[in-house]
């Protein structure tokens, strides 16, 4: 993936520094960076080891060969032969100008200046600059190795380089058009904290509760959507004109404290309904909603996969609802009966091979709580680990099906224990794949293979003796 | 998972009514509804469509079973042994208020009676009402059926008993404790709202503009860790305290324009630090930060599956840096190099069997693309199916393990196509992973298998006699 000699100058290590720099370095840049602080280094690099376990795994396809990182002693050694050069200093305007004028004095007169700061308009950053054109906003958010969205804010012939620069790195660079204290996120986070301010101080609500509004609820539609794709589909087919016709008597009422308010001339409604058709109306609120469900869906059981926040939420309602283990070891045992999420879907149109054996592996995770070989035992340091599968993929499977798995195990002896899994889909009855999966009892901390302990040992000899006298499944026979 | 008799009346059948329907419907709750609009049965049947296909793949052990469904042609024949009522009637005070009487003339008195309002506090929903006491705000977030937070404000004992029936439900019921003016997020929602509209007014951005500056920045931050959890991590391991020293003085700058501003005492800021303590302060600064990347990174990589938002850019990305595909048709081909992320692990603290299937489900596709069943080819309906796979797990992936796999031809003529993969670690060349893949080539037309088509035929069969030459890979033969 390395591909070029692109270097990137970072004045400023802090996390927000270290964050750009890691953008840089994993994305085949060399990168040296400037900080006057001693600790620079150790914090730069812990930034580094944050990055190195997120970012490359966003890929599917590539493997970042990491450009040269170095430290330099001056501005001037550290943006020699620098392309672009992010300014992440102090947020003092003072400060801001003399790492400038430094940097000038020594770079590329084509170099890329970005400036990091959340607050001043380029218009300030580029006050008694050499080349001031060379100076705009790159207003990055923190992770800056993971969210890709940077404000540009400056003249536009030197954000349209920037632009490519930033999208080449996988970034979402986005142009603004005018000038304005705080850029445009930081207006809105700026509102937000001064009204959860107010909460706080009256006594309403506490920072968790505030979290928790946030996380649980409108937050989930911000991470895909933001606010006015949200809102069309509020407004239903009628659109946007009609949410804010429902909606805009609000702004007269008490609802915040922070009362400064637009009026809502018709000029203004034509604005929003325009641009808000321009950007989603290609698709009808119909289609939308169920845009909106699908990545909801998906982002609740990616955080579910992670035990946080609303996927904590679903985990603790799973652990309620599951039903009880199976008892009877004489006959197939249903391990299994579930919903197919939306997640789990690929290109063709049904269920990616890989979910195959997600399900199988869930399902012979019954079979070892069933002898007690649970969260506890694991907690404790042995578990089963799967060593061959063999799938056979025998009709598809599709979004929402409802299926359920039959197991019957074929061979427990000792650390080994042999299943067999048939999937099945509920609405007719429809045999959809077969699985052989062979396990071996191990150690976590050894990561070796060894006998299961006491009372789990007993339970699964006595399970795979009454298996044992059960019939072969029939899809075992053809 | 049907275990009671409770039943729900709906009061108003809108998008928040019908999606209030479907929330308990499909948690086994019998469900009347009522709504003088004569096209309410096909609204609620349209919000009730959209809830089945998402709301039960969110649990990974449970098929709903659904409680009855009926249309009421009266409040009175709605409440009738509710133990549940959720008024959801347009936002006007009169209307509600006459709702409430009728309701509490019929309704068993120890109902709970919830409002959907967003604005009205529980005082003035209660003016005049029978028992006051029953009446409460539980306001909910689009889409009712999947946003499990609900804000809930009245009285407290009545509250506790609605928060033990949204619990059971899947909600994330919040006890708000004191009643304000639209609650707490929809003050958010409004000051933001407000913020959005002089953006747009002023020419600043448009609409698409700033729900992209959201959902490709803050809007991922607050899906998952809220306003305050995301604001310690930038205070560092000084914390909260420290963040509101470096950033209070932004509130005196003109960052937005609404500019009521709570002044930052040392009461206000001890209240903040101390709250914020209690809510994160079992995690250190450093563990925050790994968890609100796993968050992100599974997150966007959800949404990657979704090609959306977040996720359709990092598609975009990888478009562009694939490597490009193989071209040596005479040995063994490198299909696949890749990180392996965090939403591939599971309890054992290593990949999860299934995801194995996912890397050579992958390396198949190269091998397809290769001989041109691309994405094209897919699109133009034909392709090829998986029908049965034979993994061999030899040794344990770990989180960041770069990995690749080596892929050769066994047998393909006609539509059947055999592939034999090895996945190896990057690091120490160790011999992860085996599968045996049997593909055969289909129309996604009738589902059945077919012959590729012209030139797909040509060069299948062209790899295929090439790699026959070739000896059998080792671990095929141990």
Redesign the interface.
């Known amino acids: 993936?390395r591909a070029n000699n692109n270097k990137a100058a970072i004045i400023g290590g802090g996390?927000i520094g270290g964050g750009w720099a890691a953008r840089f370095l994993l994305n085949g840049w060399d990168v040296s960076i400037y900080d006057p602080d001693p600790q620079a280094e150790r914090k730069v690099g812990?930034v580094l080891e944050?990055a190195?376990?997120?970012l490359?795994?966003?890929?599917?396809?590539?493997?970042p060969e990491e450009g040269r990182l170095s430290f330099a002693s001056s501005i001037r050694e550290a943006v020699q032969g620098a392309n672009w050069i992010q300014e992440s200093v102090p947020e003092r305007l003072e400060i801001k100008h003399a790492t400038f004028a430094d940097i000038q004095s020594h770079c590329a007169p084509d170099a890329l200046i970005g400036s990091s700061t959340?607050?001043f308009k380029p218009s300030e950053l580029q006050q008694g600059a050499a080349i001031p054109d060379q100076i705009f906003v790159a207003h990055p958010?923190?992770?800056v190795y993971?969210?890709?969205?940077i404000?540009l804010v400056g003249v536009e012939a030197t954000l349209l380089r920037a632009r490519d620069v930033l999208e080449?790195i996988?970034m979402?660079p986005?142009l603004?058009?005018?000038e304005?204290?705080?850029h445009?996120?930081?207006?809105?986070?700026?509102?937000?904290?001064?009204?959860?301010?107010?909460?706080?101080?009256?006594?309403?609500?506490?920072?968790?509760?505030?979290?928790?509004?946030?996380?649980?609820?409108?937050?989930?539609?911000?991470?895909?959507?933001?606010?006015?794709?949200t809102y069309r589909?509020?407004g239903?087919e009628a659109g946007m004109r009609h949410f804010i016709a429902q909606f805009g008597p609000?702004?007269s009422?008490?609802?915040?404290?922070?009362?400064?308010?637009?009026e809502?001339t018709d000029e203004?409604t034509d604005?929003?309904a325009t641009?808000?058709d321009?950007?989603s109306g290609m698709h009808s609120i119909?289609e939308l909603?169920?845009?909106?469900?699908?990545?909801?869906?998906?982002?609740?059981?990616?955080?579910?996969?992670?035990n946080?926040?609303?996927g904590a939420?679903?985990n603790e309602?799973?652990a309620?609802?599951?039903?009880p283990l199976p008892t009877g070891i004489d006959k197939p045992i249903e391990t299994l009966?579930?919903?197919?999420?939306?997640?789990w879907l690929?290109?063709?149109?049904h269920m990616?091979?890989?979910?195959?054996?997600?399900v199988f592996?869930?399902a012979g995770d019954v079979v070892m709580a069933m002898v007690g070989a649970d969260?506890d035992y694991?907690a404790g340091g042995l578990?089963y680990?799967?060593?061959?599968?063999?799938?056979?993929?025998?009709n598809?499977t599709r979004?929402?099906d409802?299926i359920q798995v039959r197991t019957q195990v074929l061979e427990a002896k000792g650390k080994k224990l042999r299943l067999y899994h048939e999937m099945i889909r509920?609405a007719d009855g429809e045999l959809l794949a077969t699985c052989n999966q062979l396990l071996i009892h191990v150690s976590?901390e050894s990561?070796k293979s060894c006998e299961p302990e006491g009372e789990v040992l007993a339970r699964i000899t006595a399970l795979g003796e009454a298996q044992a006298r059960l019939p072969r499944p029939a899809s075992m026979r053809d």
Chains 1, 2 share one sequence.
């Open positions: 993936m996390v812990e944050n190195r376990r997120s490359p795994a966003l890929s599917d396809v590539s493997v959340s607050g958010f923190n992770p993971l969210l890709p969205v404000e080449a996988g979402k986005l603004v058009r005018k304005i204290d705080a445009i996120a930081d207006r809105f986070l700026e509102a937000v904290w001064r009204e959860a301010l107010w909460l706080i101080k009256d006594g309403v609500a506490t920072t968790q509760e505030i979290d928790d509004v946030i996380r649980y609820g409108f937050g989930m539609r911000w991470a895909q959507m933001g606010l006015f794709e589909i509020a239903g609000c702004l009422w008490p609802w915040t404290k922070l009362m400064d308010v637009p809502l203004l604005m929003i641009q808000s321009e950007q119909r909603e169920r845009i909106r469900d699908d990545n909801l869906v998906a982002m609740m059981r990616a955080l579910k996969g992670r946080w926040g609303a939420l679903l309602y799973d309620r609802v599951a039903p009966r579930r919903v197919i999420p939306v997640d690929d290109y063709n149109g990616n091979e890989s979910r195959y054996g997600q592996s869930d969260k694991i578990s680990f799967t060593v061959a599968n063999e799938i056979g993929y025998l598809e979004l929402g409802v509920n976590l990561r």
